[in-house]
């Protein structure tokens, strides 16, 4: 028997020792442990043929032979335990494992805090489609042919001139007037597109929420009271409140409104660049086209609506300055809140 054959017999004794072996029948230990390692077991008899080889062969075979019978009592030994099954205790006075939980996204936050503020002063949530017609985006809205908001290069028209993405969500008054009699007393919260150039202050979608009161005997300082309100309910209570004269085809009178900045209360800092004032959106009383146009009467009905970006709410109440940390979901920027 040559040293290549006595190295196969070895490591076919240990493969069948391996695969033998049974840790539940100790009996069956018993008995391989004495066909491979008692007086007549295989691997004795190979380390009784060492005398027989040359005599350069005999101690590569005794170490061999000596690597089994190591090896095999590892394996018989490693059988005949019982693993006892790891105790577990729990322990009240180690302290919890906290996981990670993730917050409210500063948008989000405003988005809901607004709708909360304005609910409690008696608006109804309503929504509407974000994917619109002319009609009701532009033209129930006293909004001409000609007008540049109307333009392919400002609005995102999906097949011109007949579907478009909202501008705003002021379609939602015109549908819930056609639907329903005053009084009416909604806000409309929603996503908006423009073809706005991306900057600090700009993006190309937004979240508006648009409000509309019609009634009877309705006044613009009715519509002052209810932004006020808001304002110091929103940003702070000594929040003031702006009204400036402006244009919209849909109001008559029109003016836009600022809130007064948190940081500096008025007196100019970098955050309002020194204005102490923050533009906010525009607002008025409902034109008498516009309530012609539900079938409404100008002469019994009034109203008043305005429409504000959340995106500039949140921006004017914790200060941040560009828009774009609010789309770029950098988890440095949102764990400030």
Known sequence: ?????????????????????????????????????????????????IGQLDYHL???????????????????????????????????????????????????????????IFVSMGFSVVGGPEIETDYYNFDALNTPEDHPARDIQDTFYIKKPEWLLRTQTSPVQIRVMESQSPPVKIIAPGRCYRKDAIDATHY??????????????????????????YGKKIIGEDTEIRFRPHFFPFTEPSVEYDFSCPSCHGTGCRICKGSGWFEISGAGMVSPKVLRTVGYDPNVFQGYAWGMGVERITMV????EDIRLLFENDLAFLEQF
């Open 317 to 320: 109440k914790y200060g941040i």
């Open 1 to 49: 028997m040559d040293i290549s054959e006595i190295r196969e017999k070895i490591e076919k004794i240990l493969q069948e020792a391996k695969e033998q072996v049974s840790a539940g029948n100790p009996e069956l230990n018993e008995q391989l442990k004495s066909k491979y390692l008692g007086r007549k077991g295989e691997l004795s008899q190979i380390m009784r043929s």
């Open 58 to 116: 005999r101690p590569e075979v005794g170490k061999l032979a000596n690597y089994a019978k190591q090896k095999l009592e590892e394996i018989f030994s490693t059988a005949g335990k019982v693993r006892k099954p790891i105790e577990r205790r729990f322990d009240p006075t180690l302290p919890g494992r906290s996981l990670p939980v993730g917050g409210m996204h500063p948008l989000k936050r405003v988005l809901r805090e607004s709708i909360e």
């Open 204 to 229: 190309y979608a937004f979240t508006q929420i648009e409000g509309l009161y019609v009634d009877r005997d309705v006044t613009l300082a009715d519509l002052k009271g209810i932004l006020t309100g």
